[in-house]
């Protein structure tokens, strides 16, 4: 612990302005000044070195970097966009137009999947990334590396999407991707679509990352007196987005690990008469509805900044705005089925669910309100920021009241499928990426320390309002074309070419943003900490761009306001004059660093490592390799193509890449440290590490609850006794593997308390046995397996058969991984590590219980029921 | 009594039960007439087990609650997810 | 301005609208538009009045000695009583408008299958069973006496005609704009749909649901005739039982992907 030793001086509360806090304890070198301070082997190089950019893991840079990447997808989506609108400048033929039917479907499908998955995302994310710590006062994220992680694996999952345009051509079947036109049977595109759902499920791996990452953080690293419900509302709302992350993208996880099973393995899932086409659409719209508010929590959060600093007031009812957003991330996993009016589904639910969108609407409505009273008697400056912010707004009041139309059960019945639905949603997501323009607008200076001009800002923005509207508002008044063709009503024509018109414009308004950010790196008016007036939030104290470590000081409100401590005094011994309020009771936690995991005695913190990168690569490769398998029986199969040899010859050096990242991560000393006094609530006493597991472990039931409910799902609609072939007669086989992983979970427990105790050998011995053990396990279900395959139950023999074999296989997947991790452990046990301290084996070890836990209802489900 | 009985103990209902459930389906509990008593019996022992090991061998009895809500926040959307999904075709 | 003599020439008899489809949508339709448009130009305008009324530089100073400050924890802005006025005011509007629709939509949903309401309007009350089956690229259509045709559904006028809809491949939707008809069509599933055969002549049947490389030219007809001359072609006594090339011109693509 750093502090032990030295005296601890109290220190003034003072204010913000860094030149009256006290002295800086470590030396932070600003960046692009030279190489950093000292020899350590994880120095990072200047701003303007390449391979700084490769081994960062400051979250400052990461937030650029995927900036920069999401803005180069935006182009990208963009282009696709106006390929489509010059093709429905009127009403084509089969093969009238520039695009054949083929190229068209492309188009839409990658417009729309780069656009919500590659492009808006990640553009809140690069703002939030750099922006969190700042706010909540903390050095960096709870975890670099991973967090630099999470930007490769992004990049490289949009690299294999781009790469998809190339294997035969991409994913033709909407971004929605319905069943079962996603199968190889419908789809012909073959390989290059089974790499698009591969890319899209490699990105849902960067954002399970990122989400782990900033709720650990958010839950462990703000600063003294900043509560939760104290959070700069930018950073509320980032909070609840990776909330509602967590969750969704584990739900789309488990359709797309599915519909890949289906490519390459020849799982009948979704070509499955009995609900397989419905099975999809409920997965995808579980995820689907909170995905929309993942989208647009950002933008709301940074209205909600920007309107507060150049209004110079405060935001009216912030708790209430604080509280509608909750409610709407709870309500936002209950509204999926308003997107399946059409569908079989029964009136009662109907209503249900009628009921429930309505519901969701209303916190918007109070939302909208707080911002626009937010305005009265402010001192309103239209910098460019606002006017992006204000614009969105009124793009959002006109896309929600759109929406409502569509929550009118009778009324979405004709218009599903419509062009009202395209307008719609373009006008709430796309004015949520005008708010978050708005934020780059307000942010940059603080990123670049630069302003921009702001009278090339301002036409930036009116380039882009009439743009918007030119594009999106006629697609209201010909809201009958159907979604997706380009032969529409001829008398619709001078409406699509005035929204053609609008897109260029749109887009052509880019380009002037491009040009004003680039060029204000070099020419612009250097800025002090704080160009604007009225901002109050923690990143405008500091300078711009601000230093490595962010703070001059630990950032502390233990006064009210923010403050930086050179030393962490407990609140109780501050000494109080009149002036300072008093500390409330349930003040800020002094939690000592528990385990290894919460500080270091090396002086710095590290900010540099290779092995993300590599971790990447090797993902991005085996991903790859996983594109180019085919099923080895095609039973249902249409000419699904071979398998391509070079790309799984590819997969396997992608896995060698991998395992050697994983364990050079694993092995490379990185320092970081935790404040010592920080707001932990509710996981005080959690230490970091072991946090990050249990949010982890959170998605992983989600991943696997879906499994088990599509299984579930397909066995009640096809009639859960009699229509469904139960095929496993023998419970005994799946009873020994219960048997066998119920004693590994035994036995990994009794390694934790070993280690307690200092046991090496008792250490050593439980690891193994339970490696033994997990290796049994494998090596029944492999017998078993032989045996099915042998009497002609193979995955592709029926959707009993695919349930099984997948969910099943899922779990072995999963079994494999712990048993790797298993390896190390007991490596490293053998080399004298973990006495006295059991953490790595308690943490692996919740993972252990949790893989054994989801046995123990796989068994009976499809062993004995 | 010390941790390492305690989990023992454990261990040895979790074994108990696991053969139980094999049990249940051996004794004919899961013809059709009894079907859904069989099957109710079968999820609960499960559903037991399940607490024990999260409750005792994770730990979760004696961590923070928020932990525990986490988890029963997840749970709670599959559980949503699969009986409207279910119901809906009904 | 025509939607405005056409909400007027509607008979609004009761509060709920019934009648057919498409005087049910145009009727709730307008409303919405109407109101929607309403709330959209006093909230939009009300923001904009603020933004001029309020800029800086317009001579007029709030300062109330409470000015945000850089580094304050963050605190309310305060007025919560009248966001509240206004968020249930709004709240209000949305859950009566939502709650207005869903008579409609109760009744809707009851005539998809035996005998119509009377609120329909029509004279013969025995409706017209059709099953309809999406495929890649057109619409079948199978009638009460086994007769089967392709991409052209026949109906008698003044009659309520109701369908059975599912596919055969993929998921499609069936969408009759005249009609203002709309159902999915998912393989393995059916679902319902109806409509009041009203205006004889030849409309367009479209597809609403990607559904591959024909999707766009997916597109069948329905002839709304007279009773004898639907009589007729159910008893394959007319020319509409052969396939005539005019139907064809939808651009329908071979059965490739």
């Known amino acids: 612990m750093s502090d032990n030793d030295q005296p601890r001086t109290a220190t003034d509360g003072g204010t913000a302005d860094a030149e009256a806090s006290a002295e800086v304890t470590e030396e932070l070198p600003a960046p692009g000044v030279g190489e950093t301070e000292d020899h350590e082997e994880h120095a990072l190089p200047s701003l303007g070195s390449v391979k700084r950019w490769f081994v960062t893991t400051n979250h400052k840079d990461v937030g650029i970097l995927y900036i920069v990447t999401s803005l180069f997808f935006l182009v990208f989506g963009g282009t696709l966009a106006l390929l489509m609108r010059i093709q429905l400048w009127q009403p084509r033929a089969a093969a009238g137009g520039p695009l054949d039917a083929l190229a068209y479907n492309q188009a839409v499908s990658a417009h729309g999947l780069i656009m919500v998955f590659w492009f808006i995302s990640p553009f809140a994310f690069g703002l939030a990334n750099y922006l969190v710590p700042l706010q909540i006062g903390a050095k960096d994220l709870s975890f670099p590396r991973l967090n630099a992680v999470s930007y490769w694996l992004y990049l490289f999952s949009g690299l294999l999407f781009g790469i998809s345009f190339f294997q035969g051509g991409t994913f033709a079947g909407g971004w929605t991707m319905y069943a079962p036109l996603n199968v190889p049977k419908y789809m012909p595109t073959a390989i290059g679509s089974t790499m698009a759902v591969l890319a899209l499920a490699l990105f849902v791996a960067s954002v399970t990352v990122s989400s782990v990452n900033f709720l650990t953080t958010m839950y462990r690293m703000r600063a003294e007196g900043l509560k939760m419900r104290k959070l700069p509302v930018f950073s509320s709302s980032i909070l609840l987005t990776v909330w509602m992350m967590l969750f969704a993208f584990a739900a789309l996880l488990a359709a797309l690990l599915i519909l890949t099973s289906d490519h390459v393995l020849g799982t009948q899932y979704f070509l499955s008469p009995e609900g397989g086409s419905l099975l999809w659409t409920h997965l995808f719209w579980f995820f689907g509805h909170p995905e929309v508010y993942i989208v647009f929590f950002p933008a709301l959060g940074v209205m909600a900044e920007v309107f507060q600093t150049f209004t110079g007031r405060r935001l009216v009812g912030r708790k209430w705005f604080i509280a509608s957003m909750v409610l709407v991330a709870l309500q936002s996993f209950i509204v999926w089925m308003h997107h399946m009016f059409l569908t079989a589904i029964n009136l009662e639910v109907k209503t249900l669910f009628m009921a429930t969108t309505i519901g969701i609407s209303l916190p918007f409505d109070l939302m909208v309100f707080s911002l626009i009273y937010t305005m009265i008697k402010g001192r309103i400056r239209f910098t460019t920021p606002f006017l992006f912010s204000f614009g969105a707004l009124v793009l959002f009041i006109i896309g929600g009241i759109t929406g409502v139309f569509l929550g009118a059960v009778v009324l979405d019945y004709e218009m599903r499928g419509t062009y009202w639905v395209v307008a719609h949603f373009h006008y709430v997501m796309v004015g949520g990426a005008t708010a978050l323009f708005g934020g780059l607008y307000y942010w940059y200076p603080k990123m670049t320390g630069k302003m921009y001009d702001q009278l090339l800002g301002k036409v930036h923005f009116v380039m882009y309002f009439v743009g918007f509207n030119l594009l999106y508002f006629p697609m209201f008044v010909v809201w009958e074309t159907p979604r997706r063709v380009f032969n529409y009503n001829p008398a619709f024509t001078p409406w699509h070419q005035a929204a053609t018109i609008g897109g260029f414009l749109l887009g052509a308004s880019f380009l002037v943003m491009f040009y004003n950010l680039f060029v204000s790196l070099r020419t612009g008016e250097d800025v002090g900490d704080n160009p604007w007036a009225y901002a109050t939030s923690a990143e405008w104290a500091v300078s711009s761009p601000p230093p490595l470590e962010n703070f001059p000081g630990i950032p502390s409100y233990r006064g009210g306001t923010l403050s930086f401590l050179d030393d962490v005094v407990p609140a109780s011994e501050v000494e109080t004059d009149g002036g300072q309020e008093a500390i409330e009771a349930d003040g800020g936690e002094v939690v000592e660093p528990d385990g290894v995991y919460a500080t270091h005695d090396h002086g710095h913190d590290s900010h540099a490592s290779i092995w993300p990168f590599g971790i990447s690569l090797g993902m991005f490769l085996t991903f790859l390799g996983i594109a180019g398998l085919r099923p080895p029986d095609s039973t249902d199969l249409v000419a699904p193509g071979a398998a391509d040899p070079v790309l799984v010859g590819v997969g396997g050096v992608g896995l060698v890449v991998l395992g050697v990242s994983l364990f050079a991560m694993a092995r490379e000393p990185f320092y970081t440290s935790e404040a010592p006094i920080a707001e932990r609530w509710p996981y005080a006493h959690v230490e970091k590490v072991k946090l990050g597991v249990w949010m982890f472990l959170g998605s992983d039931v989600i991943l696997f609850g879906a499994f088990i409910g599509s299984y579930v799902f397909m066995r009640f609609n096809a009639g859960w006794v009699e229509g469904w072939h139960v095929f496993i007669e023998n419970p005994i086989p799946g009873l020994m593997n219960t048997y066998l992983l119920l004693t590994s979970s035994f036995s990994v427990v009794l390694a934790m308390v070993a280690a307690r105790k200092r046991n090496t050998p008792g250490v050593i011995a439980s690891l193994l046995t339970t490696f033994m053990l997990g290796v049994g396990f494998l090596i029944n279900k492999y017998i078993e397996w032989s045996h099915l395959f042998h009497e002609g139950h193979t995955p592709s023999a029926g959707i009993e058969e695919s349930t099984f074999f997948l969910t099943t296989g899922l779990h072995a997947l999963h079994v494999i991984s712990g048993l790797v991790i298993l390896l190390y452990l007991a490596w490293r046990a053998w080399g004298g590590a973990y006495l006295g301290e059991d953490e790595p084996i308690e943490y692996f070890g919740l993972y252990w219980h949790f893989v054994d836990i989801v046995w123990l209802f796989l068994f009976p489900l499809f062993y004995i029921l | 009594m010390s941790d390492t009985k305690l989990y023992t103990i454990i261990y040895v209902v979790l074994f108990v039960f696991a053969t139980v459930q094999v049990a249940v389906e051996f004794a004919g509990v899961l013809e059709p007439e009894t079907y859904m008593i069989g099957l109710t019996a079968i999820m609960i022992l499960s559903l037991i087990k399940a607490v024990l090991v999260a409750g005792y061998y994770q730990h979760l009895r004696f961590e923070p609650r928020g932990l525990t809500y986490l988890m029963l926040g997840g749970l709670a959307g599959v559980i949503a997810l699969t009986t409207a999904a279910a119901y809906s075709i009904t | ?257």
């Open chain 3, 1 to 257: 301005m025509i939607g405005y003599a056409s909400l007027l020439s509607v008979p609004l008899q009761q509060l709920v609208p019934r009648g057919t489809r498409v005087t049910v949508f145009q009727n709730i339709f307008w409303v919405f538009l109407v109101l929607g448009t309403l709330v959209g130009i006093v909230v939009i305008g009300y923001m904009f009045w603020n933004a001029y009324r309020y800029r800086d530089g317009n001579g007029k100073d709030y300062d109330d000695g409470d000015l945000p400050q850089l580094g304050e924890i963050p605190k309310d802005g305060g007025k919560g009583r009248k966001l509240f006025l206004s968020f249930g005011l709004s709240a209000i509007i949305v859950i009566s408008l939502i709650v207005w629709t869903y008579g409609t939509l109760l009744f809707v949903e009851g005539q998809d299958t035996g005998q119509p309401s009377s609120d329909v309007g029509v004279e013969n009350k025995d409706p017209v069973v059709v099953d309809t089956t999406g495929y890649r690229f057109n619409w079948s259509f199978e009638y009460e006496n086994g007769k089967e045709t392709n991409g052209r559904l026949v109906v008698p006028e003044g009659r309520v005609v109701q369908l059975r809809v599912t596919s055969d491949d993929v998921f499609h939707n069936l969408g009759i704009p005249k009609y203002r008809v709309k159902t999915d069509a998912i393989p393995g599933e059916t679902t319902r749909s109806w409509f009041v055969a009203e205006d004889p002549g030849r409309y367009r049947i479209i597809c609403y649901e990607l559904c591959g490389q024909g999707h766009s030219g997916m597109i069948a007809y329905i002839h709304v005739v007279p009773q004898e001359e639907y009589e007729q072609f159910i008893n394959n006594e007319s020319s509409l039982s052969e396939i005539s090339a005019s139907d064809d011109e939808s651009g329908r693509l071979a059965a490739a992907r």
